[in-house]
């Protein structure tokens, strides 16, 4: 984070760059409040505004210049707000014009452009927040699904903090009875039972956090589900019918889509990018053909395939497997084989519990009731976590096969490093900076 320099007053536009009612202009850094007064039409009652009170006024270009715009700014003193650093949030005009006036002006005042990421750091250098928190404040404002928004504000909120927090305080406390141990083993060599419980116990709930990545991905990157089947047997029209929009052309002639479409949409809350891909069949034609070949490829990447297949001609049905998903259409015309899922895309059966199995494929099952339980999205988390579980694992071996506990308490070192990276102790520089890059929404 060297390119940074933690002194200087640094402001952003945190809104996006696009015409709209408002628009918000952020400033952070020790004597911002002193510096911006000298352009504003009330400089005594900015100054004299205490912490989270909002002051009207004008913004003038510079001390006595023309007035940029009425604003009404939101004032933090040191120790509040995002960054924890005195801090200015101006409410403008969401003019272009006029945002660029005010982004130039404050520029001449001796201000700079904040870095991608830079105030959510501060907050962090500050001990606003630590590591987890402000992964999710990118998680949050990247969040696609309802439910995505809210497990990323809760960990926000720091539970998942409280969470790393509980199990390093315990392994901390086993930690220090084997360095106890180690230190005074010649005499008291006899009295020390392992407290194999207890580290199985914090093992176990790392494993079990580390374990919820697989659905907070789902919920935070979404999956790929592709329609596909023979020609005719209704792909577009279920198509249509998950969208909840006619995009896709239905018709009865074989054949009717030849390029594949995608739209994204929300089922059970998952967002979903769906494709209506064109009917497996031999084709002379080339264009179908080059079709046909994407909807393969399509398959390959996708995960989930809902394989649609029109009982009245029964052709060649992919093997069952976990991506798989064989649904019979127009149960309305034709019977489907017992205990198959049948659907109907023009009466609607089926469809419920269709979508009931489609989230239960893509894993979503498993916390979607237990609100309680803190689920995971980032990759890092999943690594560290699953380093220090099985760091734990190896560590409950050794102990079973009697090692000397000084090799046990490496093991127990090496998840102890890998908590603290999760939460921001002794995470590395390089990792820091891929972490705060890229959070500024406004740049
Ligand atoms: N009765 C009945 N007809 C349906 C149902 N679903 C689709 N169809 C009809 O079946 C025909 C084919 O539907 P499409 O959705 O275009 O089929 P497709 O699989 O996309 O076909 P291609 O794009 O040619 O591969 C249309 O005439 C639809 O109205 C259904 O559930 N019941
Ligand atoms: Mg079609």
Known sequence: MESYNRDDIIFALATPWAQSALAVIRVSGE????????????????????????????????????????VVVAVYTQGHGYTAEEALEFTCHGSLPGLRRILSSFKRL?????????????????????????????????SQSERSQALALSRLEGSLKQQIQASKEKLLTLLAHVEVQLDYAEDEVDDFTFPRQELEE????????????????????????????????????????????DRSIVSDIKGTTRDYIEADCLIEGIPVRLYDTAGLRESLDTIESAGIQKTEQLIGQADLVIFLVDSSEVGHIPPKDERTLIVYSKSDLFKAPEGELAISAQSGHGIRALVAEIAKRLGAGFGSTGDELVIIESERQHLLLSGAAQALGRALTLVDTDVPLDIVAVELGEAMQNLGELTGEVTPADILTKIFSGFCVGK
């Open 31 to 70: 004597g911002c409040r002193q510096l911006l007064s000298t352009s504003f039409s009330r400089p005594k009652a900015l100054l004299e505004a205490k912490n989270a009170t909002v002051v009207h006024g004008y913004l003038t270009d510079g001390p006595k210049g023309p007035v940029l715009d009425e």
């Open 110 to 142: 001796g201000m700079r452009n904040a870095e991608g990421g830079e105030f959510t750091f501060r907050a962090f250098l500050h001990g606003r927040m630590d590591l987890t928190q402000a992964e999710a404040v990118q998680e949050l404002i990247a």
């Open 202 to 245: 914090i093992r176990q709930a790392l494993a079990l956090l580390s374990s919820t990545y697989a659905v907070g991905r789902l919920y935070g990157q979404g999956a790929r589900i592709v329609l596909a089947g023979a020609t005719n047997v209704g792909k577009s029209t279920l198509f249509n019918l998950l969208l909840k929009q």
